[in-house]
Structures are given as structure tokens and as C-alpha cells.
């Protein structure tokens, strides 16, 4: 399955779970529970990510390519355990998506909708 | 409750969730899933706290059982972009949709009752938190299959003796010679088998001496049970020969690693056992500690005569191993028992009984059913129904708890109706609210287990749960706890609850007479509900007040049976006493004097501070010494040989009697003047006395009993007699007790009780510490207070009376809280019947009367159908009564009469409040 010659607009709107796991990996390898750890420091303890939507997120994620397995960066890291980056299609998709966020946040700002200083 | 359990519940409950998942997924993920949950979890509990982490679990599992019903019903090929957003249609989405709806409903419903869904959440906790408990038991002793490869193949091969005058045949330990008649018989349907027994050694060298267990076992015995060493090897066929004994040992790998530092050099070197150095060949795997569950070492059966002694391997009838083995390929389990009657009889041809009358044979038993005893088996399964009762008492505690709240809300479900909601609708939102409740029951109910469990473990005896047949030990009281089949178990009993307890009201939902109940008002027509003319909540509460009388009379007529058991007159003081053992070892100096080295070691415990008196000789409760038979009595007819009646020796050095406490009935104790040189002299016990000398005086007689040596004066003179003494468990039947003095029979190991002015067991460190002084290779054992003796001889008795007792006391709760709210109900639901009476001036009586009516016709009924019940268990009861009938009527009278008193005070006090209805106010209110 080769979906990166296609448009990233394509794929959007993502599911939150898919845009935070997205997110939280930024460039680094990582692993389930790193990822749900990350996330939730990004947000500062006010998004969380169950065990349940994770992994199969990840596992779906994986599938179509948005992530891939890989080694883990720290040699002495765990083996036991699936390492995950995101693959240049999923940057392009994260940004997209990105994009298509700020285009809201805008419409909303204009709108009186939005946050002070968003 | 602390966070422990709760952690372990909340990680059970999302394994479970997990499960939801398909299993390739879960094989992928599932291990890393758990972990991030589990670390996750304890990250919150730690910041926010156990009701942080418990909202955290539940979110999980909900989140987890989501998710994988969503991973299973995908199927499909993945579709295009990165996020499944949910959109799933058919039949299985809708359905689960309409569920979560529903469960989301009654999650709110039972929010905004929080007394309600306290109260149900503890009842349902309660049921199934005690019998997923027992069931961990049940599941260790009885049904999980024994650890080893084809379980099901393994047998035991047995000896048995049929002596004339009995009925059935007594199973036998096997004695070496007759061990190798078995093994070198040809084309046996048991093969491999191999002959095994457990021995106390004392171990020297590479450490301090200590006590271990070893196994005496045949070669190919690690083979058969699947567990061949890690290193070096077991033993061989060679090493079977007893003409040329082999010198080698196999150790478990704890022995190794601690007294041997884990070294693989260590194949080849020597262990020394009861002073014999053995060659180690090899190194069991971890955790096997053989078929008795205790050994540090194995030696094969033909060194057991160096080891141990020479009697082990030469005397024909000396019956001490048991004998396993496996059913070869294509036997069955009936050929092979039919075979071993055959082989059986050739080895009785080969090794006859040396008594007359008696005649050996041979059987097989499957090993699943040797693994526990008798009495555990009893108890497990008696603890098993025990627990079911109070589930179902339980549940019919919540099933009218609910019936109740259904007829409150009847009003509701008509305009529901009224609406257009259809009754399968109602049918199910009441559904849902009960299976929401059981669930959180079943949470609460699960964690309640894992504390039950290690309680349950911690409580239950070790020789108790542990001991089958034949020294053996397949079951560990360890093993108790929570795993999939227990957890499996627990929450199939949550599913029938919900069955039991959920489907009479959400039937009623349905049931619903629109018209009638939206004139009814609140109240609800109390014409709906029942069965046999009665109202279907008073059925359940008579049917709780019976299934209550069954649990109370079961704990009472077990309790009886231990207080006449503690009562039982042991006749001595076992208060403060500590006891312990020691032994000579062959190559000691003392072995030249063994009574001078028992007395000077008693002289030193004697000069310890805190020591009031030192007894050598077996105590009493811990088991006879040695059995044997009266085979001379002075002026009675010549006693056949193996005829005497049986009798109990033990042998004891002067102030033995004194220190225990035991009295002198007649004649004197043991001085320095008996034992010897001097003329044998014995003492008897009151029993002992008059089973050998009926109606006459004792001292003075003569006696000879099987003990006496050759070359020895076979008769003792009586020199007194003393009072009956108990040497095994007081409920086991007591046999007379004839007590030698040491000097007589000077003894290689030595069994002390000292009785001390505090608590015994500070004393043993100065014992230890007085014995290495006189030498240091000496090892002490078998250190215990004689209060723990005591306990453990009713030891079995003590678990299940507890338990019984426990589950008694929650269900006699439940049908006072059951009855309790029915009268309540009753005079909420009549106050304005009530108000009226009492307006046209109905006196008190009448009216406490009419709203005590029902619910005492269905207490009584109740009572007597739990006689009836209490009465039909009575045979599930006898493995734990002592010197009292399942039947008994007085523990029968004083179950019913205590819970007629429950039930009347629980239907009297809500009772009075109908007589201070204020009948204004009432009547106003309307």
C-alpha cells in the first residue's frame, strides 16, 4: 500500500487520537507508553491517551503508513517493546492537518470564536 | 481498603477488556497494552490518589472493550487514511450503540442513588467476592490438573493389605524388596514407574548443619514426572543395585544455589548427608522440589541403607515408599489396576506377611484422585456449596431489592409506554441497570477475592490443603489465588447473577397494565407481584431466611464440634511449653553414652533463665512415638503373636511426668534407680492400666510389649500409673500409653518440651546456642510452642468454621436487611391505609399486625424450609463434626430460634413506625 503519492488533504480530517499520537512522536522514535506519557506532559495532564485507543491507533496508524516501526534510539532500550517514528508521509498528513487548524482557528478568530492571542 | 488490591482488581479488570481485542492483535500488543495501563494506573494513584486510579481503570476498560470490538468488527481491508473515526455501520454497531446508550442510562440512574447502588454494589460484592475465593481452592485442590506433563496418565501403583475380620483393603507403602519384584516384573501397563519417600537428613559441611528433606527415589523418577535436571543427570539403572550402593546425590537448585553459590563445578563434588559423603551428578530444575514438595536432595533408593538404614533396603516388610508411575501408550487405567491385583499377588508370593491371617495385594489409583485428602476434598467442596448459598441469597436480597424500586418507578415505565418506548425497551434499560450493578459488584467482588484469597492462603494450614495421600504434595496452599480460571469463574458467576437477580424485575417492566398503574399514583398496585398467594418480595425474603438457617446451623454444629474439641481433656498443661527435637549424629563421641549426653544437655536448658522445668520424651499431641503390640500380660492366657491389643510407647527420662503436668494416679514416677542394669520397669497410663489389667491393680504386675530388645528382660514391672494423656489429635480415638525410662532405652534423638516462664519460642535462641556448645554439628528441628500443636490438630476444622461462621453471619445480615426493607416498604406503601385505621381508632397491635403479616408468614415459611434444608447438608457436614450429629437438635433449635429473633427484630422496629403515622398529615399529603 503506497498511499504517499497522494495528496495529504485527502486523508483529513484526522481522529484526534491519530493527530496526538502524530504530535507527541514529533521526530523522535518511541515506543506505547512513552507516547501516552508525552502526550500527556505536551498538554499539561489535560489530554490523555487510554491504552485502548493507543495501540490501536498505532496499529492502524502503522498499517497505513503514517508511522513505522523501527529501532529504538538508546541502545540499552527495552526489546520487548515496538519502537514507532513517523514516516515522511505522516509529516506531510501532521502538517496538513496543521494547516487545516489554522485555517479554522482564523475563520474562528474572525468570528469571535476563538481564545485571546490564538 | 488499601491501594493494593484495588490495583490488582483494577489490572484484572483490564486484562480482561483486553480481551476483546483479536487475539493476533492482542499477540502483538496485548503485553505492552497491559504494561502502559499498569504504569499508567500507578502513576495515578500515586498523584491523585485510589479514586483517581480506580476512574482511570474504569475509563480504560471501557476504552479498551470499545476499541477492540471496533479492531474485531473492521475486518475489512484498512481503508485509505490514518484514523478509524467510528463510522461503523450495521447491525453489531447499532446494537452496540444502543448498549452503551443503555448502560449510560443506568450508569446515571445509579448515581443518583447512591445509597441504593451502595448497598447492591456491597451485596453482590459480597456473594461473588466469596465464592470466587473458595473457588481458587476449589480450582487448586481439585480441578486444576497437577503439574506435570499428561497429568491425566499418571497413576499410582498401590500395595494393599486385607487383613481377616476387616472389611476392604488397607493401602499400603511398599518395602524396597517388593519395590524391585514391581520394577523387574515384565510387560507391566504402569512403565516407568518409580518408588519415591521423603526422609529428614541432617546435612554437614559448606555450612552450618541443618535438617533438610531428601527423597528417596528410584532412577527414571525425574524423567516421569517431566522434570530432568538443568545439570548433570539423574540417576541411572545402574545406580538401582542396593548390593553395591551407590554414593550419589541430585540437589534442587535452591540447595545449590544457596549452599553451593550456584557453581556448575559443583557436579562432581560431595554432599554430605547424615555423615555419608555422596558424589552430586546433578541439579534439579527450579521450583521442583519432588512429589512431597519439600526435598533439597534426592539419593536413590538402594543408598537410603547407607544413608538412612540398612533396614530400608533389606526388611521385606519394612513399607516405606510409594509407588507412581505412567500408563504405557495404549493401556487404560481399569487394565492396569486389573494387572497390578496380578502383580500384586506375585509379590505377596514373593515377600508373604510374616502374620498370620493377612494377605497382601495390588491396585492402581489415578493420581488425580490421590492428590488431596479426604478431608480436604470435604472441605472444599463443603465451602464451595457454602459460598453458592450466599450468592444466592444475595441475589434474592438484590432481587427484591429492585422489584421494590421497579414498583416505585412503575409510573415512570407506564408513561415511558404511554410515550411510544417500547417493552422491549424497558425490558432492557431495566436489564442494563442490573448488569451495570453486577459489574461493579463483580469489580468490587474481585478484589474483594484477592484479599480473600490471601487471607484464605495465609489461614489455611499448610499439612492441610497440602497433604494427600501418601506424603504426597501436589497442591500448595501458595497456588491459591487469583489466574484466568478463577477469574473466568468469578466473572461467569457475575453473568448468573445478573441472570438470577435481574431478570424478575426487568420482566415486570414489561408487564406493565398501562391504564392502571398511571391512576395508581406513586404507589404501584400491590396486586402485581405474586407466587402461591404471596407477594413475590416476601418469597425472596423467606427464601434468603432459609438459606440463611442452613449457613447458621452448618456454623453451629461445626463450632459445637470445636469447643467440644478444645474442650477434650489432653491431660496435661500445654501452656508455655516450647518443643523441639535434636539428633546424635553416628559419627558423635556421644553416641558411646547417648543417655549421659541427654542429660547433660537437659541440665543446661535447665540452667537457662525463663526455665521452669524440661521434659525429654515425645510430647503429647504430636503423635504416638511408636505403635506396637502387648504380647505378654501377667496371669492372662499366652497372647498370640500380632494379637495384643495396640499400644503406645514413648520413652522419657525422670521429671517428665512433673513438668508437663501430668498427675500420678498410683504406685511412682521414674528415678534414677530405673533403666539399665536394674530390672525393666514401665509406667502405664490410666488406659493403659485398665485395658491390661481389668478391674485390678496394676503395680506391681508384669508386662511385655513389643519393644523389648533380645537379650533383654522381656517383662517390666509396672512401678505406677498415671493419667490419660492425649498423643494425637483429640479427635482422632486415643490408644493406652506405656512410658520407658531413657536409661532403658537410650535414644539417638532426643524430643524436649521446656516449660518456661514467658513466651516459649524467645527461648530458642539460648536452646541453639546451649546445643552447639555441646556440639556444634548437632542440628535442631521441629522447634514449635505446643499452643501451635494444639492448633494445628483442629487446624482444618478452624478454616472452615470460619468461613462457615463468616458466610453465616452475611447472609443472617442480608435476610434482616431483606426483611427489614419489605416491612418498611409495606408501611410506606399503606400509610394511607394506615392513617385511616388509625383515624377510626384502630389500636397499635392491630396495626403492627397487618403491616408484620406477610413478612412473618414468609419468615416462618422461610425458617422452615432452611430446617428441611439444614437437615438434607447434614451429610456435607460430617467430615467436620466431632462427637456430634449433622442432626442435632440442639444446634438446629438454637439456628432457628436465634434467626426468628433476627427476623422479628427486623420486622418489629420498621413495624413500629406505622403506629406513629400521623394520620392528618397523612391523609393531607394526598
Redesign the interface.
Known sequence: ?T?RR?DPR???P??P???HVLLALGDQAA???AI?QTFERLTEGREQL????????????A??G?IEETAPAEPDADR???YYRVTPW?RA?AAAEGERMRLLLEVAAARGMAPEGA | MSGRPIRAAARVL?RV??RS?PRA?RR??G???????D??LARAMERAGVRAGLRFAI??AG??????W??RTRGAP?????????HDQGRAGRMMRGLATDVRLALRTLRKNPGFTAAATLVLALGIGANTTVFSALRAALLAPPPYPDPERLVFADLTLVRPGTSGAETMAWSYPKYRVLAEAEGRMIDPLAGYASRNVTLTEAGPPTRINVEVVSPGYFGLLGADPVLGREFTAGEADASDPPAVAVLSHELWRGRFSGEPSVLGGRVVLNGRALTVVGVAPPGFRGLTATAEAWIPLAAAGEVISPFMVRGAQAHWMRIVGRLREGATFEGAREQMRVLGDAVAEAHPLDEPGGEFSGTARRFEDVRVNEGARAAVLLLSVAAGLVLLVACANLSALLLTRARRRAHDGAVRLAMGASRWRLVRASLAESATLAMLGGGVGLALAVWGTRAMAAAWPRQFLGSGDGELRVVSVEALGLDRSVLAFGLAATAATIALFGLAPALRASRSDLASRLKDGGGGSRRADRVLGLDARAVLVGAQVALALVLLIGAGLVGGSMRRLLGVDVGFDPRNLLTFQYAIPRESAWQDDLAGFHEAFIERIERLPGVEGVALGTPPLVGHWSITLVNEIEGRDPIPQGEGPPIGVNIVAPGYFDVLGIPLLRGRFFDSSDGGDAAPTVILDRRAAETLFPGGEAVGRHVALGISEEGKERLARVVGVVGDVLYQAPDREAIPEAFYALREFPLSAGSLSVRTSGEPLDLVPAVREALARMDPSMPLFSISSMDDVAARATGDRRVVLSLLALFAFVTVLLAATGTWGIVSYAVADRRRELALRIALGAGNARIVKSVLGQSLVAGVLGLVAGLGGAWAWGRLLDAFLYRTSPRDPAAFAAGAALLLGVVLLASWLPARRATRVDPVEALKAE
Open positions: 500500500m498511499p497522494r485527502e486523508v483529513l484526522l481522529s487520537p491519530v493527530y515506543h506505547g507508553y501516552m487510554l491504552p485502548g485507543t493507543l495501540y490501536a491507533t498505532l496499529a492502524r496508524m498499517e497505513t503514517l520487548r517493546r515496538r505522516g498528513v | 483490564f477488556a483486553v481485542f492483535f502483538a500488543h503485553g505492552e497494552m497491559v504494561e502502559a495501563f504504569r499508567s475509563r480504560s476504552d479498551a472493550v470499545r476499541q477492540g471496533k479492531e484498512p481503508r485509505g487514511h490514518g484514523g478509524g473515526t467510528g
